[in-house]
């Protein structure tokens, strides 16, 4: 890991609330200009570890910097660092320009200047000509963006999100997360975004770090991170995958021989047992989109047999639960809906292409 | 929709208890605009005799003074107790938390001359002060605190814990950061703890009986008129004043309070009226 060239950069850190271990032995660097997330389910730390990086907690034991500064001792009004709060923390009694003008109170600019400044702002955030409204009556999308402006204005080197987008409506959610990668590239300043949505991460993140229990269980980019997940755990919290039992039959050079139930012999490479080697008895990971239904054409590919156990129909997919045979446990793939492509009823036989380059194997 | 039908027992009953509430407070300005000196029934005309009469008493301007002072110190020092009290109550966690609060609550539900009592012990024969306004003010803030606490924790817990946070984050130090976003959000609350400890202070006899020394408070002094019958008339003019803008400071002093609920964006969580 090059630290040096890290902007934020935690070395073993603990956090303790009394008793509770919060945070454990986390370390990580961030880079300058990344979209960073922090992702994981409620209660794992996401907020904890933002706020320990703003400076609203202080660590029990290890190190933070920021731009190659010692954080220790450094209060949240000294950092570079700016939050958008999850509540958004707008305040009600001062209107949008006001609030958005708020860090400049201390900054030598003449008033022509800060409202020159405040003006831009809001127009960056798509909110030109609001500055005179009063902040409590905004809507929750506005408010969104309030905190956003206020938070940009003193281009911080860092802007820290806590699940900005989690209060809006899934229409808005997905508007806002495009206009935030945009706001992102256009002023390049580093984001540390907390989420507990997945598909958000996925979209939104130069890298993710899946977090649980306080412990920092997989650091990659997105794709990397979706198609090798380093554990079980990562699997089944990004995306859905199929687990299948299985059995290493041979382990010679770089390839694994394995024979997996419901689909039958399978050759993988070491790099798709991203969770360290395995041997013996193990579990095979398969992501639904990799698998097929094969109507009247063959493919050239491994096919498996199996019956339709449960069909959901989205629009532009179709979800199959299909029963493999010899295998108890339905496995789920998908199918995108075409002209012509039937949609198969429940108790159908039929065969499923897979690909074993899309397996991934954990001991 | 239609709801269940009133048990006529409990309408009788409100009633009755409103009745017997009011009744004697509607009775004192029948009285002092009465022209008798006598207190009874029937009514004899109208005056504004006992009002006039009032403007001529020096010891009654004397113990006005010495009442508005005490309630105006106690209010202050009650306020800024409560609020003490309340941010401490909302923001922070510390052992032994619910039994501190709850003892801080305790004057509330006291009876007034235990309180009393106790406290003219340890004033005089304890801390040997000799009595004064300032004996009276120490006492008052007292009962008034929890008074205090009371509105001003709703204040405070209707306010978001990031607001302060992000005044902070955006490079404020924590006192201004108090100052810029919390203080002007609990204003509504802090006008309504005065108020409302400047008039049960105003209003406040027992303690200010045992614990005064030579100049009275109102209603002490009004006490002493007692004394004499063909003065009642006047007291019940008095009486008048006082209940009137005791009635006016808590209207206002509610009206700040829900303002107060209002600004912070939050829905109503109590209070007194
Ligand atoms: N001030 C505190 N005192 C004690 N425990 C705390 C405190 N703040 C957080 N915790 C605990 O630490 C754990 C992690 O909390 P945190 O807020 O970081 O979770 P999170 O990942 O942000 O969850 P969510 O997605 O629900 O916001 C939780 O179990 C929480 O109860
Ligand atoms: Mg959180």
């Known amino acids: 890991m090059s630290s040096d060239k890290a902007l934020i950069s935690l070395r073993d850190v603990d956090k303790f609330y009394g008793d509770y271990h919060a945070l454990r032995d986390v370390s990580l660097d961030i880079f300058p200009g990344e979209f960073f997330s922090l992702l994981g389910p409620s209660g794992c730390g996401k907020t904890t570890l933002l706020r320990t990086i703003a400076g609203f907690e202080d660590v029990s034991s290890g190190t933070l910097s920021i731009g190659g500064q010692d954080m220790a001792g450094v209060a949240a009004n000294r950092r570079p660092t700016n939050m958008v709060f999850q509540s958004y923390a707008i305040f009600p009694h001062l209107t949008v320009a006001e609030n958005v003008g708020f860090g400049l109170r201390r900054s030598n600019y003449s008033r022509g200047e800060r409202h020159a400044r405040v003006s831009d702002a809001l127009e960056m955030v798509g909110l030109g000509g609001y500055g005179k409204r009063a902040a409590h009556a905004l809507s929750g999308g506005q408010r969104q963006r309030v905190a956003l402006a206020r938070a940009l204005i003193l281009k911080p080197k860092v802007l820290l999100l806590d699940e900005p987008l989690s209060a809006l409506d899934k229409k808005l959610r997905e508007q806002m997360q495009v206009e935030l990668i945009r706001l992102q590239r256009q002023v390049g300043i580093t984001f540390v975004l907390v989420t507990h949505d997945q598909e958000e991460a996925l979209i939104m993140s130069d890298r993710i770090a899946v977090m649980f229990e306080g412990r920092i269980a997989q650091l990659e980019e997105p794709e990397a991170l979706y198609q090798r997940p380093g554990s079980r755990q990562v699997a089944e919290f990004i995306g859905v995958m199929n687990f299948l039992g299985a059995h290493v039959i041979s382990n010679e050079g770089n390839a694994l021989e394995l024979d997996v139930a419901g689909l039958g012999h399978a050759v993988i490479g070491r790099d798709q047992c991203p969770g360290g080697p395995v041997s013996g008895m193990c579990h095979v990971g398969i992501r639904p989109e990799t698998m097929t239904l094969l109507f009247e054409d063959r493919g050239d590919g491994p096919v498996a047999d199996g019956v339709v156990d449960e069909v959901v129909y989205y629009g532009d997919m179709t979800y199959y639960d299909i029963k493999l045979d010899g295998v108890p446990k339905p496995i789920t793939l998908s199918m995108k809906n075409m002209i012509g492509r039937p949609v198969l009823d429940i108790g159908t036989r039929t065969k499923v292409g897979w690909d074993p380059r899309a397996l991934v194997a954990f001991s | ?273």
Not at chain 2, 138 to 167: R, V
């Open chain 2, 1 to 273: 929709m239609s709801g269940p039908r009133k048990p006529r027992g409990l309408t009788v009953y409100a009633i009755a208890y409103l009745i017997f509430l009011y009744a004697p407070i509607i009775l004192l300005p029948m009285f002092a605009f009465n022209a008798s000196t006598i207190i009874a029934f029937p009514l004899q005309g109208f005056t504004t005799e006992w009002f006039v009469r009032l403007t001529g008493v020096q010891a009654l301007h004397t113990a006005v003074r010495t009442s508005l002072f005490i309630a105006v110190v106690s209010a202050i020092l009650a306020t800024i107790l409560g609020m003490c009290a309340a941010r401490a109550g909302t923001r922070y966690e510390f052992p032994g938390k619910g039994g501190i609060l709850g003892l801080i609550m305790l004057p509330l539900v006291l009876p007034e001359i235990i309180v009393a009592v106790s406290l003219l012990v340890v004033v005089v024969q304890i801390l040997q002060f000799p009595l004064s306004a300032w004996t009276v003010i120490m006492a008052h803030t007292l009962i008034c605190t929890p008074f205090c606490i009371a509105i001003l924790n709703s204040s405070f817990q209707n306010l978001d814990a990031s607001l302060e946070e992000a005044a902070i984050d955006l490079g404020e130090s924590r006192w201004n950061a108090f100052r810029l976003v919390t203080l002007p959000l609990v204003t509504p609350g802090i006008i309504a703890s005065l108020l409302i400890s400047f008039t049960i202070s105003l209003d406040e006899f027992i303690i200010a009986f045992f614990l005064t020394g030579s100049e009275p408070t109102l209603p002490v002094y009004i006490w002493g008129l007692l004394r004499f019958p063909q003065q009642l008339p006047v007291v019940m003019a008095l009486g008048t004043i006082l209940v009137a803008l005791s009635i006016l400071l808590l209207i206002v002093a509610e009206y700040f309070r829900r303002r107060g609920v209002r600004r912070a964006g939050k829905t109503e969580t109590g209070g007194f009226l």
